[in-house]
């Protein structure tokens, strides 16, 4: 009896254990699962957020790239600027310096100030920013003077040429490698710009004359240049604020625009006002080429290159669909052949990236 007893305890004692373990390893279980299924809320969320982000900027590129040509052209009056460009490109620099300002106030309040977000520098550093500034300078400053030999959808075609000569500067420049894909994108690119100004209407071959291709040339090759340039001085010191270097970059472009004034239309400043001939188009324009510098910065950080394509794409189309309502463009076969080929190039350019 005495034996039975003993071994009976013990049995229950073994059965309660037995049972304790079994709930253990259930709650273990459980919570496993709970995780994971947390782990996997989150990630789905954290994935719509990210779709959603990448949304937002690809729709704010795109419209801000298919208006910029439209409201520069929208801008004049009478087929000439009223304004003074050369106070309108001082304003852009100006914005996007108070601009980076704002961003730079913002990362010193969350997380202070330190040796790669100060805006006190070495003359070193700063020197090399003057260069990059006066090309943007004259390449802006072209941007205006060209419509008096392209239209607007001309103009957002005829831009694509910066990407060759941003391919070809990094190939020279920085040594960059380029695939047999991407310059088979550059004679595409070339081919698409081309088939796009096709004039059936006239006894001239292309819509946009000589000098407008040859002032779209220019402005692709000091686009292209100044951007090399500018990447270079980024990756010489990637631990830098990249809001400093754009906030001195940009305090060289208010410099260089101030002296472009005085040489240009310091006459007409000080005789007509500094603000004179402007309209809200033009409010709206100098926003528009601010804010296009952050969009691109936001395509960088939040999107990928697929982004840029589909933005420069589309800003194609929508420039072409918008000027024939608001300037009587008309909407050729050539133009939408040329187009689509300028936009596959773009894509090829992208895609066929060496890794």
Request: glycine share 6%.
């Amino acid at each position: 009896m005495e034996y039975r007893k003993i071994k009976d305890d013990d049995k229950d004692d073994h059965d309660v254990a037995s049972d304790l373990e079994s709930l253990k390893g259930k709650s273990h279980t459980v919570a496993a699962s709970n995780i994971a299924l947390a782990t996997l809320g989150s990630g789905g969320s954290t994935e719509r957020i990210n779709w959603k982000r990448k949304g937002v900027v690809t729709c704010a590129l795109t419209i801000l790239t298919s208006s910029q040509a439209i409201l520069i052209v929208w801008s004049k009056r009478a087929g000439k600027y009223e304004y003074s460009v050369t106070t309108a490109n001082f304003l852009v620099e100006t914005l996007k310096c108070a601009l980076s300002l704002l961003a730079l106030t913002r990362i010193w309040n969350n997380d202070g100030v330190t040796d790669d977000n100060r805006l006190s520098t070495t003359y070193d550093e700063v020197k090399v920013f003057p260069i990059p500034a006066a090309l943007y300078l004259f390449k802006n400053l072209l941007q205006y003077y060209i419509f008096a030999y392209v239209d607007a959808p001309g103009y957002q075609i005829l831009k694509n040429l910066n990407i060759i000569s941003t391919g070809v500067l990094y190939r020279i420049i920085l040594k960059k490698k380029l695939s047999e894909i991407q310059w088979a994108g550059f004679i595409l690119l070339c081919c698409g710009c081309t088939t796009a100004q096709l004039n059936s209407n006239s006894d001239r071959v292309l819509q946009t004359s000589l000098p407008g291709w040859i002032m779209a040339i220019i402005m692709a090759l000091l686009s292209g240049f100044a951007g090399v340039y500018t990447e270079a001085i980024i990756k010489k010191r990637p631990s830098r604020n990249i809001n400093v270097q754009n906030f001195w970059l940009y305090v060289f472009g208010m410099a260089f625009n101030a002296v472009a004034i005085v040489i240009q239309d310091f006459d007409a400043v000080a005789n007509k006002g500094f603000f004179h001939g402007y309209s809200f188009i033009t409010v709206l324009m100098i926003l528009n080429h601010a804010l296009s510098g952050i969009a691109v910065s936001m395509v960088m950080k939040y999107a990928d290159n697929i982004v840029k394509v589909y933005s420069t794409s589309v800003a194609m189309l929508l420039t072409a669909v918008v000027s024939v309502f608001l300037f009587n463009f008309h909407l050729s076969l050539a133009f939408f052949l040329g187009s689509t080929v300028v936009s596959v190039s773009v894509y090829l350019h992208s895609a066929g990236k060496l890794r």
